[in-house]
């Protein structure tokens, strides 16, 4: 089969692999969730999200974090939306060009990625 894109899965900040000890590789939509997840997590916004209490930053920290979603060339422009159901944890819902619908999860508190 033929990918676009094909990466190593990463959690906790760790390459996750098999029970043979090889990589385990993901593709495609996972590939650019994960690529998200990591541009969120090291752009530190995220943390600044948890640690501001002024309604009005914390409305311009999404929108930061929105517009670095924004960036990936990869999603269809507009489609982002992020959600905050509870401090610490971000949704965020786009549209890919070529893979349809992506939803993906920050736990910033956790550190999953």
Same mark, same amino acid.
């Given at each position: 089969?033929?990918?676009?894109? !094909?990466?190593?899965? /990463?959690? #906790?900040?760790?390459?996750?692999?098999? %029970?043979? =000890? #090889?990589? /385990?590789?993901? !593709?495609?939509?996972?590939?650019?969730? !994960?690529?998200?997840?990591?541009? *969120? *997590?090291?752009? #530190?916004?995220?943390?600044?999200? /948890?640690?501001?209490?002024?309604?009005?930053? +914390? %409305?311009? /920290?999404?929108? +930061?974090?929105?517009?670095?979603?924004?960036?990936?060339? =990869?999603?269809?422009?507009?489609?982002?939306?992020?959600?905050?159901? +509870?401090?610490?944890? *971000?949704?965020? @819902?786009?549209?890919?060009?070529? @893979?349809?619908?992506?939803?993906?999860?920050?736990?910033?508190? +956790?550190?999953?990625?």
């Amino acid at each position: 089969m033929t990918y676009l894109y !094909q990466d190593v899965l /990463i959690e #906790n900040g760790d390459l996750v692999l098999d %029970a043979g =000890r #090889n990589p /385990i590789l993901i !593709q495609d939509r996972a590939v650019i969730a !994960q690529d998200i997840k990591h541009a *969120i *997590i090291e752009s #530190n916004l995220a943390v600044d999200l /948890i640690a501001e209490r002024s309604p009005s930053m +914390k %409305a311009d /920290i999404r929108t +930061k974090l929105e517009l670095l979603v924004e960036e990936d060339v =990869r999603l269809v422009p507009g489609t982002v939306r992020l959600e905050e159901p +509870k401090e610490g944890v *971000i949704y965020v @819902f786009a549209d890919t060009t070529d @893979f349809g619908e992506l939803s993906l999860t920050v736990d910033v508190e +956790k550190k999953r990625v």
